[in-house]
């Protein structure tokens, strides 16, 4: 079957790339377009390593398909602060000290950027939730949860 041609605008930026049907979301962001913020994990949708945002809607990219993509507006962890410096999000996880391995935290800090896009005054109970789809080996959620709540502050929720 021969690669079909999608547009997508990742990050505010317009691409244009053939892809194969079978490549993820995923795939396409960190091989084609060079973006490596986001992880495959798991690759099977279960540890929110890889999460970005579909038009609004948070989605795990190893399982979504990127020609499912064609026409998206892709927001990833590279989005979200960037040029500016840290993101307040950014900025209370590494204040909270909840990062360790780094592996599932652009995964983690693009929920929680989604979550406080929706709800900019959560509960704890609201961030857990939340987050219920991204693992962590490392940290506990203790200091994340911490993090996300002080985000929520320092943005004025």
């Known amino acids: 079957m021969p690669k079909q041609l999608i ?14 049907p079978w490549w993820s979301l995923l795939h396409v962001v960190r091989e084609v377009i060079g973006l490596t913020g986001s992880k495959e994990g798991c690759g099977t949708g279960d540890c929110g390593a890889c999460s970005m945002i579909v038009n609004g809607r948070l989605v795990t990219s190893c399982i979504f398909l990127a020609l499912e993509a064609d026409g998206a507006q892709v927001t990833t962890i590279e989005g ?26 652009p995964g983690m800090i693009v929920a929680a950027y989604d979550l406080l ?18 693992l962590c080996r490392c940290t506990g959620y203790t200091k994340i949860y911490q993090a996300v709540l002080r985000a929520a502050e320092m943005m004025g929720g």
């Open 7 to 20: 547009r997508l605008v990742v990050n505010g930026e317009g691409h244009e790339v053939a892809v194969e």
């Open 80 to 105: 979200i602060g960037g040029d500016k410096g840290l993101h307040p999000i950014q900025q209370a996880f590494v204040e909270e000290g909840a990062v360790q391995c780094g592996y599932c935290i």
């Open 117 to 134: 896009r929706q709800n900019p005054r959560p509960t704890l109970e609201e961030i857990r939730y939340a987050l219920a789809g991204n």
